[in-house]
T-cell receptor, first 117, second 118 residues
Framework: AQKITQTQPGMFVQEKEAVTLDCTYD???????LFWYKQPSSGEMIFLIY??????QNATEGRYSLNFQKARKSANLVISASQLGDSAMYFC??????????????FGSGTRLQVQP | GAVVSQHPSRVICKSGTSVKIECRSL??????MFWYRQFPKQSLMLMAT?????????EQGVEKDKFLINHASLTLSTLTVTSAHPEDSSFYIC??????????????FGQGTRLTVV
């Protein structure tokens, strides 16, 4: 079974508008972390935002916010005021067993976001 | 801050030759390093986990003899693609896990290596 599911292969958004990238996850581990990464065409992985399973509040980092709905097992990324430079591939990822910090990330299939002028 | 430096960023090699990719942790000690492979327009898939001072752990379906991983020190992990074939052409990226409570609580990724086997 897929541990991380991103159902949107591609998304378009107008510059300055907000966009939501969907992510659902599956785990039975009570201690896990959810991450979003941006991957431009250069290939580097750029960390955007993190949400811990025990965090009570949704994470925010500048224009990025994470809509964490634990009961639904969803962790959608919201990008506000989209910019042309936001065009890239976006990956949702999860790490289980966060207490040890030694587990690898499991990635979703990604969403390609294109911001239009 | 903590950085993982990966080299080379891009390599083209002939079929049948071997290629070594290095990942160095700068300013911190990485006892564990994860190696991922990413085919074009696909996700990152974990290949193996290297641990300093012990044998690497490979994911199911990854050939140990083809993808040699060595974690010789707390700051260096290497992936050697042996007898490379065109189907090994891919983007390889390493990552060191962040400790719980570390600033950002994120994994530290290398810049990636784009391997093309001709």
């Amino acid at each position: 079974a897929q541990k991380i599911t991103q159902t949107q292969p591609g998304m378009f958004v107008q510059e300055k508008e907000a966009v939501t990238l969907d992510c659902t996850y599956d785990t039975s581990d009570p201690s896990y972390g959810l991450f979003w990464y941006k991957q431009p065409s250069s290939g580097e992985m750029i960390f955007l935002i993190y949400q811990g399973s025990y965090d009570q509040q949704n994470a925010t980092e500048g224009r990025y916010s994470l809509n964490f709905q634990k009961a639904r097992k969803s962790a959608n990324l919201v990008i506000s005021a989209s910019q042309l430079g936001d065009s890239a591939m976006y990956f949702c990822a999860m790490r289980e067993d966060m207490d040890t910090g030694r587990r690898a990330l499991t990635f979703g299939s990604g969403t390609r976001l294109q911001v239009q002028p | 801050g903590a950085v993982v430096s990966q080299h080379p960023s891009r390599v083209i090699c002939k079929s049948g030759t071997s290629v070594k990719i290095e990942c160095r942790s700068l300013d911190f000690q990485a006892t564990t390093m994860f190696w991922y492979r990413q085919f074009p327009k696909q996700s990152l898939m974990l290949m193996a986990t290297s641990n300093e001072g012990s044998k690497a752990t490979y994911e199911q379906g990854v050939e140990k003899d083809k993808f040699l991983i060595n974690h010789a020190s707390l700051t260096l992990s290497t992936l050697t693609v042996t007898s490379a074939h065109p189907e090994d052409s891919s983007f390889y990226i390493c990552s060191a896990p962040a400790r719980w409570g570390q600033t950002g609580t994120e994994a530290f990724f290398g810049q990636g290596t784009r391997l093309t086997v001709v």
